[in-house]
């Protein structure tokens, strides 16, 4: 998570293989438990997936069935291992598609792993607090977004926060999905959304909040009482076994005529 410009290659046996710059090498070795690290050369002089490619040669695992990881590999880089390793078997574009295997394997989190979950969201839940702190009327969001981005980085949240960009949006932006922070000034009873995530040892968070800067219209407090009482229902309804499909039925069935917003 902290060095880019990175491949593993997972074999069915034996040990995994990290493909790296060649700077990174020595700092990988120490952050991993892996003792298989290879690297490459930066362009125009080598590639990655030139690397990698030689990588799988070497492992005599050019010719068997390759499995791509599709959320983090460029088309780019798929196509060269394909031209690359003509003897290996790649899964079709809709097999890529749904393989979620990789996402099934991390649903089981350990001991471990829980606590720097939670790690991660005592550090975002700090970072919201700190944007709240700085709302106000004649404040631009990109500051309210700055004083969040300070205290999460100052309590440990990794500089790879580019996964979480922090959202500030007031007036008629907050209607849009995803903004990104602009120089807009917040407005005396405005409605502001923050939404914003750490990054702790490789583990995500993230939060969403909206907040009311004065007093709320009607429509806004119909809103608020309807979606607090959405959620409600939804975290009592969460227990083992239950899917998190049927907790989203219990969510849209609560918000009623505001289930059309989803």
Not at 107 to 130: F, H, Q, Y
Request: glycine share 4%.
């Amino acid at each position: 998570e902290k060095v880019p410009c990175a491949s593993v290659i997972i074999p069915k046996e034996g040990e995994p293989t990290i493909v790296t710059l060649w700077l990174d090498v020595t700092e990988l070795k120490k952050q991993t438990f892996l003792n298989n690290v290879q690297g490459y050369v930066a362009p125009p002089v080598d590639f990655i997936f030139a690397k990698v490619a030689k990588t799988l040669k070497e492992q005599g695992l050019d010719r068997g069935n390759l499995a791509i990881e599709k959320d983090w590999v460029h088309v780019s880089l798929f196509d060269e291992l394909r031209k690359a390793l003509p003897e290996a078997k790649f899964p079709e574009a809709s097999e890529t598609l749904l393989f979620t295997w990789i996402d099934e394997l991390r649903m089981n989190r350990s001991p471990e792993e829980v606590k720097l979950s939670r790690k991660a969201c005592e550090i975002t839940d700090a970072g919201m607090k700190a944007a709240i702190d700085a709302i106000k009327p004649g404040v631009k969001e990109i500051e309210i977004a700055a004083e969040a981005e300070h205290e999460i980085v100052r309590r440990g949240s990794s500089a790879w926060i580019s996964n979480h960009p922090i959202i500030v949006a007031s007036g008629t932006r907050k209607f849009i999905t995803h903004p990104f922070v602009g120089e807009s000034l917040i407005q005396k009873n405005d409605v502001v959304v923050i939404d914003l995530g750490a990054v702790y040892e490789g583990y995500h968070s993230d939060l969403c909040r909206t907040i009311i800067v004065g007093n709320p219209e009607e429509s806004v407090k119909n809103a608020f009482d309807t979606i607090l009482k959405a959620q409600t229902e939804c975290i009592n309804s969460i227990a083992p076994e239950v899917k998190v499909a049927t907790i989203d039925e219990i969510a849209r069935r609560a918000l009623g005529e505001y289930s059309k917003y989803l």
